[in-house]
């Protein structure tokens, strides 16, 4: 089993910044890649950024790029999710995952390619 906990979620301007945590322990040598989604109300949950721990490849959705940074400390265990030029339409609950396989980047917008969830880390941003 892996768990996952995210932080950093918290109010902010629109414009502003904000660093996202996932800190995993339990069997985290059986992943393969780390995800970020975000589900806002009444909407479904959508891919953000996936990276693998191996070789720290990257992925982002559009909607992100160039906005979102997504990084990794092998040695903590931990994912970050590097927030700018943040948006209303930006929040929402962002939830890590890991992946127990290798796949194709786009196919890591899926999230039934995800073994485990944190509980999420609500983001709002205000104007």
């Known amino acids: 089993q892996v768990q996952l906990v995210e932080s950093g979620g918290r109010l902010v301007q629109v414009g502003g910044s904000l660093r996202l945590s996932c800190a995993a322990s339990?069997?985290?040598?059986?992943?393969?890649?780390m995800g970020w989604f975000r589900q806002a109300p009444g909407k479904e949950r959508e891919f953000v950024a996936v990276?693998?721990?191996?070789?720290?490849?990257?992925y982002y959705a559009d909607s992100v790029k160039g906005r979102f940074t997504i990084s990794k400390d092998n040695a903590k265990n931990t994912v970050y999710l590097q927030m700018n030029s943040l948006k209303p339409e930006d929040t929402a609950v962002y939830y890590c995952?890991?992946?127990?396989?290798?796949?194709?980047?786009?196919?890591?917008?899926?999230?039934?390619?995800?073994?485990?969830w944190g509980q999420g880390t609500q983001v709002t941003v205000s104007s």
């Open positions: 995952a890991a992946a127990r396989m290798s796949y194709g980047s786009s196919l890591y917008t899926r999230t039934d390619h995800y073994a485990y």
């Open positions: 339990g069997r985290t040598f059986s992943t393969y890649a």
């Open positions: 990276i693998t721990w191996s070789g720290g490849n990257t």
